[in-house]
Every structure is written in C-alpha cells, then in structure tokens.
C-alpha cells in the first residue's frame, strides 16, 4: 500500500497503483526518519499500470498522474492539485476531497465516486461504472455510457450526459445545467430560491407543484413532451436548467438542502 503524509511533495508526481513515486524535486520518506532520499534510489516504476491498489491519506502535488488497471484508488483524506487520474478494466477511483484547478478522471467498468470536488474545471467520465459525487463546485463535465450518474449537491455549472443510465442530481446553487440520458431517465431536484430557466423535454415530464414555474408552455409532440419556464422569476438568459430525457422520464421537484443531507445513524 501508498500512503503519502498531508504536505510532502509539491513538484509532479507520478503513480501507479504499486508503492512507487516518482516527483519532480528530490523525494522524502514516507515514514519517519527526516532525511532525504539519494537520488536515483528511487525504485523504478513498472512498465504499464499495475493491478495493485493506491491508498492514500492526503496527496498535494502541482500535478498529479495516476494509473492503475484493475486495483483501485483510493484516498481517506484530500488531493490537492491539476489532477490526472486513469482507471482502466474493472479499478474503482473513491476520494474524499479533491482541491484543485484542473481534474480529470476516467474509468472503464468500476465505480468513480466523490465526496467533495472543488475546481475550477473538471471532467469526469467512465464508460460502464458509475459516477456518483457529493458536493461539487466550479465547472463540472460528467460522461458515462452505460453508467448511472448522482450528484448529492451540485453549486455551479454542470453538465451530466449518459446513454443508458439514469440521471439524478440535486442543484443547491445555479450557473447552467445541462443533463441529458439518451435512453434513461432524469431526476431534478431544486433548492426552493433557484431562479432559473426551465427546459425539460422526455417522453413524459412532470414538474412538482412545488416548483413554481411562471409563464410555462408545454408542447405535447408524437415521440414526447417539452415544457419551459421561469422559476422564481428568472432571467431567461442568465440561469439554466436543461434536461432531455428522449426515451425515459424527466421529473423535477423542490429539495431543501437540510432533506439533501444523508444523515446516518
């Protein structure tokens, strides 16, 4: 196992899913001792991505590149920096907290979850597994195949696209949302204050009474129904929330954020 103590390194770092480092300045131990290591004993990395696992407490680095195939990543703490992450064949990616500028994460047929993502731009995509977050900020890119995709809390811009899985997110804080299942069915939730934008389109689409919806039209065509309005008053132009569901369901309902919390005993 990996297990990098919170500030060591802050040059690049490479990683596989066996128990090598490779970073830009001069590497310290992982345990105690206080000296550094002599340059060049680093053990050398292996030549493709390993099946092993990479746990980790807490990484910091200015960019981090991790790859694995078929172990898994995980960290019990936060990851800080530009973030590269490949888990190829059935690898699982599960974080705590990410903390960075830029993030990318991609899986092939495992579980991609986190619980906190703060970014200013970040992608995020698997091809069979899952993608389940918790609380995401800044710029979020989302992408699955086969894949369902949750968002416990989303404050910014998302945008969230699979083919057959299901969509469900909740949008505590507005920029522009744009979710699209090509043969699953979405979920909204919205904070009660949201001003935004309607446009919701699906083979059936249902909007809670709770929603209020000013000047809404609904348009009832042959392969399904679009309806649009204005939530709380909103500008058109500023705020957003999309949503097409072209062989599923698109519903939307209100959700306080204390009833977005998954309080456990």
């Given at each position: 196992m990996f297990a990098r103590r919170p500030g060591c390194g802050l040059g690049g770092l490479r990683l596989t899913a066996r128990s090598w480092a490779r970073g830009a300045g001069?590497?310290?131990p992982h345990g105690g001792g206080g000296g550094e290591r002599p340059p060049g004993s680093e053990p050398p990395p292996p030549p493709g991505p390993s099946r092993g696992s990479l746990r980790a407490w807490a990484l910091?680095?200015?960019?981090?590149?991790?790859?694995?195939?078929?172990?898994?990543?995980?960290?019990l703490g936060t990851v800080y920096g530009n973030i590269d992450i490949h888990a190829s064949d059935k690898s699982t990616v599960t974080i705590d907290k990410l903390q960075g500028s830029t993030v990318n994460i991609s899986t092939e047929d495992g579980l991609l979850e986190a619980k906190y993502l703060y970014t200013e731009s970040s992608f995020l995509s698997s091809t069979a597994g899952d993608i389940t977050l918790g609380s995401v900020h800044g710029d979020i890119t989302l992408q699955s195949k086969m894949g369902n995709i949750v968002v416990d809390s989303s404050s910014g811009c998302l945008k969230a696209t699979t083919h057959q899985g299901a969509i469900d997110v909740y949008v505590s804080h507005l920029g522009q949302v744009e979710l699209k299942s090509h043969k699953g069915s979405i979920l909204v939730k919205v904070?009660?204050?949201?001003q935004a934008y309607l446009q919701l389109s699906g083979?059936?689409?249902?909007?809670?009474?709770?929603?209020?919806?000013?000047?809404?039209?609904?348009?009832?065509?042959?392969?399904?129904?679009?309806?649009?309005?204005?939530?709380?008053?909103?500008?058109?132009h500023e705020k957003w929330?999309?949503?097409?569901?072209?062989?599923?369901?698109v519903n939307v309902r209100s959700q306080s954020w204390f009833q977005s919390l998954k309080l456990q005993d």
């Open positions: 001069p590497a310290r910091r680095s200015k960019k981090l590149h991790v790859q694995t195939k078929g172990g898994k990543v995980i960290c904070a009660p204050s949201i083979k059936e689409v249902n909007v809670n009474s709770e929603v209020h919806v000013q000047e809404m039209t609904e348009v009832h065509k042959e392969d399904g129904v679009i309806i649009t309005g204005l939530m709380n008053q909103a500008s058109k929330i999309k949503a097409d569901a072209p062989e599923g369901t």
